[in-house]
């Protein structure tokens, strides 16, 4: 039962340093989680509500996830083709516009909760 503790123990403690990792390898990673921290923010001031927070909260973790998905593809790719190949292109590009595609339906998702929000106020 203690190996199979300590395992599971190990297997958080890597996963920790694999976020940690990717938060500072990775420029966009920096740029995700900086949105994230403005949406928290805007989300406490304007007092958005339980299920738009599990709304928003769904988001951070498909985008920040995917972020960290997309380096771990890149860094397969070029560990498997150092060489420019157009199949290793491929991966990348298609890895790189699948975040793209969690971005964006995260930024429409966000002014759908927060527009509406910000014009009461005025």
Request: charged share 15%; hydrophobic share 55%.
């Amino acid at each position: 039962m203690y190996m199979k503790n300590k395992k599971l123990i190990n297997s958080f403690k890597y996963a920790f340093k694999g976020i940690g990792s990717s938060f500072f390898s990775e420029r966009n990673m920096k740029i995700h989680v900086s949105i994230m921290l403005i949406v928290i923010i805007m989300g406490i001031i304007l007092k958005i509500s339980f299920w738009e927070w599990i709304i928003c909260i769904g988001w951070f973790a498909l985008v920040i996830g995917g972020e960290m998905f997309n380096t771990a593809i890149e860094q397969v790719v070029d560990i498997a083709m150092p060489k420019k190949d157009p199949r290793a292109k491929l991966a990348k590009d298609v890895s790189a516009g699948g975040v793209l595609v969690f971005a964006i339906g995260s930024a429409i998702v966000g002014l759908l909760i927060f527009i509406p929000k910000i014009i009461a106020i005025f």
